[in-house]
């Protein structure tokens, strides 16, 4: 029986309107002298770039700019991304905008840190030591990878989206300012937070730290269900159910915004802990292979494993449903746990995303594949609250399908 858990995240955090001017102070703190910032020609346009030039400028660092990041990018661009790191030979690197980003960022400082081919890295534990400085600057609210230990990228040549799991991983800051959101447009904004809820669901509901499956010599950042990852998840299961809609409603709502940061910060510090269950398996193939973006993809899927998993998380679904606003009172345990699969699937349908794996041009001779696709991703699997097999994910798929 394990007695003993662990909670990481990034070495600081900034929260709150305008935090990104602090960004100079923390590049010293870091003794960055030359930073290499990673973005996109999306965030170049929208003159978020303007907003970490000024206090680099200021703060007397120097600054180099790569905007060749892709959504959900491929291990093409994480190599790109090395090769012009090599280059600059900066002291830390900086990951501006969604998880794409801060995830292609946290590849190059490891790859800054230990050149060679980033596949010898892929899994759990395999980074082997300190990477360059880390800090992420979200620019979505969603992914959580402003504090998590994980960079996922698309691996095209297989068909399939790989994770990257270290402790190693972790930013030694996060600089979140919800003011930075203010421009995601209505899908990214749905897509992303519902990444976040169903990081703080699959934490929240997760298996247990007593009795978290890890076979003997194997290591992993996860490590099941525990008091702080609970703590948080709750917190951002709130925020999500209180927050999301008014954000994809109005992108201006800055109290909406503000709150959606908070819940992905939350939900990042959960997951990362604790871990991510069967949606997230269940979605690293079907993104890869239908190119829809990762939080479209888990919302899709998510209501479909809260009732798969329902039966052996009764009282952990029926809270849920209260924190996302459903009245349970004087409900029996299985009807109050439906009743957070229905808030759920209500919330999807009111940010607009779709119910069905149909609805995303899947065919369903593919659903075998992704099972099996699914199934081989052990370290995830094994957090899932009830134990699956093969034909349950298939089971699952179907029913999405
Ligand atoms: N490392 C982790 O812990 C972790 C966790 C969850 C997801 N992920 C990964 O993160 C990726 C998804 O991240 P995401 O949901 O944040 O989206 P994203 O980073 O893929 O961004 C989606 C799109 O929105 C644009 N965008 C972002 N911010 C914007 C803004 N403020 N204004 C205008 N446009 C903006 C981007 O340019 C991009 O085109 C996936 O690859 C997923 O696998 C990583
Ligand atoms: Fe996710």
């Not at 680099?56 to 790191?85: D, Q």
């Amino acid at each position: 029986m394990r007695t003993v858990w662990t909670f990481h995240t990034a070495g600081e955090i900034v929260f709150g309107r305008d935090a990104v001017n602090q960004l100079g102070e923390v590049a010293r703190r870091l003794q960055a002298k030359r930073v290499l910032v990673i973005t996109d020609p999306i965030l170049a346009d929208a003159g978020l770039i303007d907003r970490v030039h000024g206090p680099l400028l200021e703060a007397g660092v120097e600054v180099e700019i790569f905007t060749g990041g892709e959504p959900e990018p491929s291990l093409r661009a994480a190599e790109a991304c090395a090769k012009l790191g090599h280059k600059v030979r900066p002291d830390a690197v900086i990951g501006l905008g969604g998880g794409s980003n801060m995830d292609l960022a946290k590849l190059t400082a490891t790859l800054l840190a230990y050149p060679g081919s980033p596949r010898r890295f892929f899994g759990d534990d395999q980074i082997p030591g300190p990477i360059l400085p880390v800090i992420c600057i979200p620019t979505t609210a969603g992914s959580g990878s402003e504090v998590s230990g994980a960079a996922v990228v698309t691996d095209t040549e297989n068909h399939v989206k790989v994770g990257i799991l270290s402790n190693y991983l972790r930013p030694r800051a996060a600089i979140v300012d919800p003011l930075l959101s203010q421009t995601c447009p209505p899908k990214v904004t749905a897509d992303s937070g519902i990444d976040a809820l169903t990081h703080a669901i699959e934490a929240f509901t997760a298996i247990d730290n007593e009795v978290f499956p890890l076979p003997p010599g194997e290591r992993s950042i996860y490590q099941g269900r525990h008091p702080m990852g609970d703590m948080v998840a709750e917190k951002a299961i709130r925020l999500v159910g209180q927050f999301l809609r008014r954000a994809v409603r109005d992108g201006a709502d800055l109290e909406a915004r503000e709150g959606m940061a908070l819940a992905a910060l939350l939900g990042g510090m959960a997951f990362s802990n604790v871990g991510v269950a069967i949606v997230h398996a269940l979605e690293y193939p079907l993104g890869a292979a239908v190119h829809c973006s990762h939080g479209l993809g888990n919302g899709l899927l998510l209501p479909y494993v809260m009732e798969f998993n329902r039966s052996v998380r009764a009282p952990a679904f029926a809270r849920i449903a209260s924190w996302l606003g459903e009245d349970i009172e004087g409900l029996d345990e299985d009807e109050a746990s439906n009743r957070a699969v229905k808030a759920v699937r209500q919330l999807r349908a009111d940010i607009g995303i779709p119910d069905r794996l149909r609805d995303l041009q899947v065919s369903e001779g593919q659903l075998h594949g992704f099972a099996e696709k699914a199934f081989s991703i052990k370290r995830v699997c094994r957090v899932n609250p009830r134990t699956v097999t093969l034909d349950d994910l298939q089971g699952i798929l179907q029913a999405a399908y």
